[in-house]
């Protein structure tokens, strides 16, 4: 057996690879490009793009591609070969600079939100070196930025890198008022926690709501759930555990650090977590996680459900969003150290997220803002709605010092004692965990928990990584003025603490009173959907925040309002359409079938003695009978609502009314049809059960 050491990375243009196959002139030129950001010359780009010809020709490749993330949620990629033809009639290989730096997709094909008309066909790709390239199958896969002929971002990279280059621009203000001249650059990394579920293929195959939406539709709670919280941190079963065996192979191969796996809260339901890396390169290879979970899925005779809700009743599955800034010097910004209260600057970037948040809860909500994210925040399993801070006791207290301009006391370590003396004593941690925040302090970075399972991180980092720059901006304009700095601080820290503790609490998020008191006390936003949220993105005070630290432009924020608004409302309609094609081809057959044959039935026994009363085939019958007319008005309800919906022509109109009458509709058909499943014979349901969808891998 190989060691892990050996093949991890082996599909990656790496820092190894570079360092082997390139001159040290051409590699110092690409590092200083990659690092601080420098013009890539075009000859260095012609032997990069010829060492990695033959690197990845070496490595089976046949072809190249451009590796991008547009607006549809998931990556896309046009594949080219590497041959050219030659004189003698044959082939030659050939990549060069210029097919390594630029490409030429089609940009009208993929959202635009009115940026692009649909004859407006030009747009390019264009290499990102700060993420290194990797073969995927026969393909060299170069990741890259997408933006349309006029330079609009119709993609997620690049709002993200700028995002990025915007919060260092304004950290290395802060750090030079320190005394430290010596950083280059500031990095904020993430490392995303993955929730899914595992289904068996074969029960998937036979439900067209999960084939066509990632969800079921319908579907009754099995006798079992996740009540005997027995699935949680349990052995995982053969199956899941060679499949969970094969993805960590083929993650490593391309050199995502996938670290940690474990059964999670639901039946079926698992999670992967990596090791943190930049967050440029941790959002691409979430992305690539996503897609090579279902493709060692499908090699196992199995399906990853990566929707935030694919079973009503149970937990959802969520992506936590570990966040964190550090120097290129590997210190992080937001550890706090042995004495938090003596560290000033600690202090400072600590204020600087709790302003942002507090600021910017708005965009920072609908930056998880799905119709499928809807359905699982402020369930049991997920953050409320409602955007909150927790910090602990430890900094609470330090925070409450400084606010009140007292001497902090400080937290004593106390030693935990298991009253067994082979075990080991080891000190509690000064702050407990906790997972009804929806951004919550955990030791030395912030986890954002909102984020849907099936949602690129980029979304939620680029509100981060924006609205702390513009926090670190305000701290480091005031305090370069400043005639005495280390007063001006201590004043900015406390004022910060007392303008913006209502957005921190360290209780229970899924208690019905923080709810009433972060609305109604604290002022606290509560938006509940998608087309309650999206809209806040072209509010003036975001809109002049991103646009001033050039992260969008006033018209790729319209584009992106509209493209997310327009999802939602795709993405419901389809599910509309797949209910009522199940209910009236499927459930409705099955429902009449079964009261048919219960009635032939009862005709049978009467006809054999005419004095039965045949109780419980009637009384059943009749019930169906019911059941059956309540579908039919259903079902008509629900179509006639669709039918009013095509008349909508305003996207937020459109949103709006299928939240209040369509999903309202699809709602109550579900209820009916659900009451169907309770009371037909197993033999005449059309459909896996969620007995047997959650509890038949083994």
Same mark, same amino acid.
């Given at each position: 057996?190989?060691?892990?050491?050996?093949?991890?990375?082996?599909?990656?243009?790496?820092?190894?690879? /570079?360092?082997?196959?390139?001159?040290?002139?051409?590699?110092?030129?690409? #590092?200083?490009?990659?690092?601080?950001?420098?013009?890539?010359?075009?000859?260095?780009?012609?032997?990069? *793009?010829?060492? /990695?010809?033959?690197?990845?020709?070496?490595?089976?490749?046949?072809?190249?591609?451009?590796?991008?993330?547009?607006?549809?949620?998931?990556?896309?990629?046009?594949?080219?070969?590497?041959?050219?033809?030659?004189?003698?009639?044959?082939?030659?290989?050939?990549?060069?600079?210029?097919?390594?730096?630029?490409?030429?997709?089609?940009?009208?094909?993929?959202?635009?939100?009115?940026?692009?008309?649909?004859?407006?066909?030009?747009?390019?790709? +264009?290499?990102?070196?700060?993420?290194?390239?990797?073969?995927?199958?026969?393909? @060299?896969?170069?990741?890259?930025?997408?933006?349309? $002929?006029?330079?609009?971002?119709?993609?997620?990279?690049?709002?993200?890198?700028?995002? /990025?280059?915007?919060?260092?621009?304004?950290?290395?203000?802060?750090?030079?008022?320190?005394?430290?001249?010596?950083?280059?650059?500031?990095?904020?990394?993430?490392?995303?926690?993955?929730?899914?579920?595992?289904?068996?293929?074969?029960?998937?195959?036979?439900?067209?709501?999960?084939?066509?939406?990632?969800?079921?539709?319908?579907?009754?709670?099995?006798? !079992?759930?996740?009540?005997?919280?027995?699935?949680?941190?349990?052995?995982?079963?053969?199956?899941? +555990?060679?499949?969970?065996?094969?993805?960590?192979?083929?993650?490593?191969?391309?050199?995502?650090?996938?670290?940690?796996?474990?059964?999670?809260?639901?039946?079926?339901?698992?999670?992967?977590?990596?090791?943190?890396?930049?967050?440029?390169?941790?959002?691409?290879?979430?992305?690539?996680?996503?897609?090579?979970?279902?493709?060692?899925?499908?090699?196992?005779?199995?399906?990853?459900?990566?929707?935030?809700?694919?079973? *009503?009743?149970?937990?959802?599955?969520?992506?936590?969003?570990?966040?964190?800034?550090? &120097?290129?010097?590997?210190?992080?910004?937001?550890?706090?150290?042995?004495?938090?209260?003596?560290?000033?600057?600690?202090?400072?970037?600590?204020? *600087?997220?709790?302003?942002?948040?507090?600021?910017?809860?708005?965009?920072?909500?609908?930056?998880?803002?799905?119709?499928?994210?809807?359905?699982?925040?402020?369930?049991?399993? +997920?953050?409320?709605?409602?955007?909150?801070?927790? @910090?602990?006791?430890?900094?609470?207290?330090?925070?409450?010092?400084?606010?009140?301009?007292?001497?902090?006391?400080? &937290?004593?370590?106390?030693?935990?004692?298991?009253?067994?003396?082979? @075990?080991? !004593?080891?000190? #509690?941690?000064?702050?407990?965990?906790?997972?009804?925040?929806?951004?919550?302090?955990?030791?030395?970075?912030?986890?954002?928990?909102?984020?849907?399972?099936?949602?690129?991180?980029?979304?939620?980092?680029?509100?981060?990584?924006? +609205?702390?720059?513009?926090?670190?901006?305000? $701290?480091?304009?005031?305090?370069?003025?400043?005639?005495?700095?280390?007063?001006?601080?201590?004043?900015?820290?406390?004022?910060?603490?007392?303008?913006?503790?209502?957005?921190?609490?360290?209780?229970?998020?899924?208690?019905?009173?923080?709810?009433?008191?972060?609305?109604?006390?604290?002022?606290?936003?509560?938006?509940?959907?998608?087309?309650?949220? /999206?809209?806040?993105?072209?509010?003036?005070?975001?809109?002049?925040?991103?646009?001033?630290?050039?992260?969008?432009?006033?018209?790729?924020?319209?584009?992106?309002?509209?493209?997310?608004?327009?999802?939602?409302?795709?993405?419901?309609?389809?599910?509309?359409?797949?209910?009522?094609?199940?209910?009236?081809?499927?459930?409705?057959?099955?429902?009449?079938?079964?009261? $048919?044959?219960?009635?032939?039935?009862?005709?049978?026994?009467?006809?054999?003695?005419?004095?039965?009363?045949?109780?419980?085939?009637?009384?059943?019958?009749?019930?169906?009978?019911?059941?059956?007319?309540?579908? *039919?008005?259903?079902?008509?309800?629900?179509?006639?609502?669709?039918?009013?919906?095509?008349?909508?022509?305003?996207?937020?109109?459109?949103?709006?009314?299928?939240?209040?009458?369509?999903?309202?509709?699809?709602?109550?058909?579900?209820?009916?049809?659900?009451?169907?499943?309770?009371?037909?014979?197993?033999?005449?349901?059309?459909?896996?059960? $969620?007995?047997?969808?959650?509890?038949?891998?083994?």
């Amino acid at each position: 057996m190989k060691s892990v050491s050996s093949y991890f990375g082996s599909l990656v243009f790496d820092d190894r690879v /570079m360092k082997a196959n390139l001159s040290a002139e051409v590699y110092q030129s690409l #590092r200083k490009t990659i690092d601080v950001g420098a013009k890539l010359d075009i000859k260095v780009a012609n032997a990069v *793009a010829e060492a /990695m010809k033959e690197w990845a020709v070496e490595n089976g490749a046949t072809h190249y591609t451009h590796w991008f993330q547009p607006l549809t949620g998931i990556t896309a990629e046009k594949h080219d070969s590497f041959i050219s033809p030659s004189p003698d009639g044959g082939v030659i290989m050939e990549f060069s600079g210029k097919e390594l730096i630029k490409g030429e997709p089609d940009a009208s094909s993929f959202p635009s939100g009115g940026l692009r008309a649909t004859f407006e066909a030009r747009g390019y790709t +264009a290499w990102d070196p700060t993420s290194y390239a990797f073969i995927k199958g026969k393909t @060299l896969c170069i990741p890259t930025a997408f933006c349309s $002929y006029g330079g609009e971002a119709l993609d997620k990279k690049t709002p993200l890198l700028r995002s /990025m280059e915007a919060l260092n621009k304004q950290a290395l203000r802060i750090l030079r008022l320190f005394g430290n001249e010596d950083v280059k650059c500031v990095r904020t990394s993430v490392g995303p926690e993955q929730e899914y579920f595992l289904i068996d293929k074969e029960m998937y195959d036979k439900r067209p709501d999960l084939r066509y939406t990632g969800r079921t539709l319908f579907g009754v709670k099995p006798p !079992k759930g996740q009540e005997m919280d027995d699935h949680y941190f349990g052995v995982i079963k053969p199956r899941v +555990a060679a499949y969970m065996e094969e993805l960590n192979e083929e993650l490593w191969k391309l050199g995502i650090l996938a670290k940690t796996e474990h059964n999670e809260v639901a039946p079926a339901q698992h999670e992967l977590a990596p090791i943190y890396s930049t967050t440029n390169i941790a959002t691409d290879h979430n992305q690539l996680t996503m897609e090579i979970m279902q493709k060692v899925a499908t090699k196992h005779g199995l399906v990853c459900l990566l929707h935030e809700k694919p079973f *009503a009743g149970v937990n959802g599955s969520g992506k936590h969003n570990n966040w964190s800034m550090a &120097t290129d010097a590997g210190v992080n910004l937001l550890s706090p150290g042995e004495t938090p209260y003596e560290n000033a600057q600690f202090l400072l970037f600590l204020c *600087a997220v709790i302003k942002a948040v507090d600021d910017y809860q708005d965009l920072l909500r609908l930056s998880v803002a799905t119709a499928g994210n809807d359905h699982r925040l402020g369930a049991n399993e +997920a953050p409320p709605a409602v955007v909150s801070m927790f @910090l602990g006791d430890e900094l609470n207290a330090v925070l409450e010092a400084i606010e009140k301009d007292i001497p902090y006391e400080g &937290t004593e370590k106390t030693q935990m004692k298991l009253g067994v003396n082979v @075990l080991p !004593k080891f000190n #509690r941690d000064t702050t407990d965990r906790n997972r009804t925040s929806p951004f919550a302090f955990t030791g030395n970075k912030f986890e954002f928990r909102m984020v849907g399972s099936s949602d690129s991180i980029a979304c939620a980092n680029i509100m981060l990584n924006s +609205a702390v720059a513009e926090s670190l901006k305000i $701290y480091a304009d005031r305090l370069e003025k400043a005639e005495n700095f280390e007063d001006a601080l201590h004043e900015m820290i406390r004022k910060t603490i007392k303008d913006h503790k209502k957005i921190i609490f360290n209780g229970n998020g899924y208690d019905d009173t923080w709810i009433k008191e972060a609305t109604e006390k604290r002022g606290l936003l509560n938006y509940r959907t998608t087309p309650a949220c /999206m809209p806040h993105l072209l509010a003036e005070k975001n809109v002049k925040m991103l646009t001033s630290h050039k992260v969008f432009s006033e018209s790729e924020l319209k584009s992106r309002c509209e493209i997310m608004l327009e999802n939602y409302c795709k993405t419901i309609v389809i599910e509309a359409n797949t209910m009522l094609s199940m209910a009236k081809t499927e459930i409705l057959p099955a429902v009449e079938a079964y009261a $048919y044959e219960l009635a032939k039935t009862a005709a049978t026994k009467k006809a054999l003695d005419a004095g039965l009363a045949c109780v419980y085939e009637s009384s059943l019958v009749k019930k169906l009978s019911s059941i059956a007319d309540r579908i *039919a008005i259903k079902t008509e309800e629900l179509e006639n609502a669709m039918v009013d919906l095509c008349k909508t022509e305003d996207i937020i109109a459109q949103a709006n009314a299928i939240r209040d009458i369509v999903l309202v509709s699809m709602g109550e058909l579900r209820l009916v049809c659900d009451e169907a499943e309770t009371v037909t014979a197993k033999k005449y349901w059309p459909y896996p059960s $969620y007995g047997d969808l959650l509890f038949s891998v083994r």
